[in-house]
């Protein structure tokens, strides 16, 4: 993603709030046609790319921008560069975080072409929600993480009052002061977006399971958990769709409520939030990924 002034013309691989010749905001440059200019072939292993050979690619897009990028695929001068897609359905897709959160929702979302997003679609996202915490402690999913993607789903043309954000407290800490003290209740302000409380919502039976009757009137539902090293966060996540007293009475089976439970809801879309994560002695590390399947095991 480049990003160019509107009134100086200069451009930045970068986002930058203002431009410092005329100090207008730069917009955004984003691509859709990339030509192989260039090629280095590279056989020498190193620490952080030992698999080799490896290619960079010098490329172009239409706009004339360049940049490079690491290939494992060989390609010739001249040729269009495009990420292969696959139908397999329980693929994932692993994009890196390198400055903008919003370019990575839109290359994840890109690489799972099945999802429709219409002006009428009720859109369910379901967050990491655990505990009162600051968001860069890494215990909750992150709100920048967050408000990207409601604006991703905006900008295809969801209306924000059909989208929901839903949370739900397994523990003694209330979900409203987490919401809050995450910072996601800002975000919802922002942007104008509905915030349940699962604990409230009416529940069914369904393979006798008490699921959260939401889940079942939504079009999209998004699990968009937090990674954390040592843990099954994508699954984890999910078992707040539960009601809270069923959950507790079959928590010791946890791996079969989780198996059971994605068998019986809606198939949902997991986006993982790992840009800051929490490692095993819950200290916090740069990892600047996001990682998205249809499949949350």
Not at 197 to 212: E, H, T, V, W
Request: glycine share 4%; aromatic share 10%.
């Amino acid at each position: 993603m480049f990003y160019q002034c509107p009134k100086c013309k200069k451009i930045w691989q970068y986002p930058i709030k203002k431009c410092p010749e005329c100090f207008s905001k730069p917009q955004r440059m984003p691509g859709s046609k990339f030509k192989v200019i260039g090629i280095s072939q590279v056989n020498t292993p190193t620490i952080t790319h030992p698999i080799v050979p490896y290619f960079v690619l010098l490329l172009e897009d239409e706009n004339g921008n360049r940049f490079v990028f690491k290939s494992a695929k060989e390609y010739k001068i001249g040729d269009e560069f495009k990420i292969d897609n696959s139908d397999n359905k329980d693929k994932v897709a692993i994009w890196r975080i390198k400055y903008d959160i919003k370019e990575t929702i839109e290359k994840m979302f890109d690489f799972f072409d099945n999802i429709t997003i219409k002006e009428n679609s009720k859109i369910l996202i379901l967050p990491t929600l655990i505990s009162p915490k600051h968001s860069y402690l890494a215990e909750n999913t992150s709100p920048l993480f967050i408000d990207n993607l409601i604006k991703y789903l905006i900008s295809k043309g969801a209306k924000s009052e059909n989208i929901t954000l839903a949370g739900q407290s397994f523990n003694n800490f209330p979900i409203e002061i987490c919401v809050q003290k995450s910072g996601l209740l800002d975000v919802c302000l922002k942007n104008n977006i509905q915030i349940l409380d699962l604990s409230k919502d009416n529940f069914i039976d369904k393979n006798g399971l008490i699921i959260a009757n939401i889940v079942f009137n939504s079009d999209i539902i998004i699990n968009a958990p937090i990674l954390k090293i040592g843990q099954n966060s994508s699954l984890e996540n999910i078992l707040k769709f539960l009601k809270k007293d069923f959950y507790l009475e079959h928590q010791q089976n946890q791996k079969d409520l989780i198996i059971n439970l994605v068998k019986t809801i809606p198939q949902f879309l997991t986006l993982a939030d790992g840009s800051v994560i929490q490692k095993k002695n819950g200290f916090t590390t740069f990892l600047g990924i996001a990682i998205g399947s249809f499949n949350p095991f």
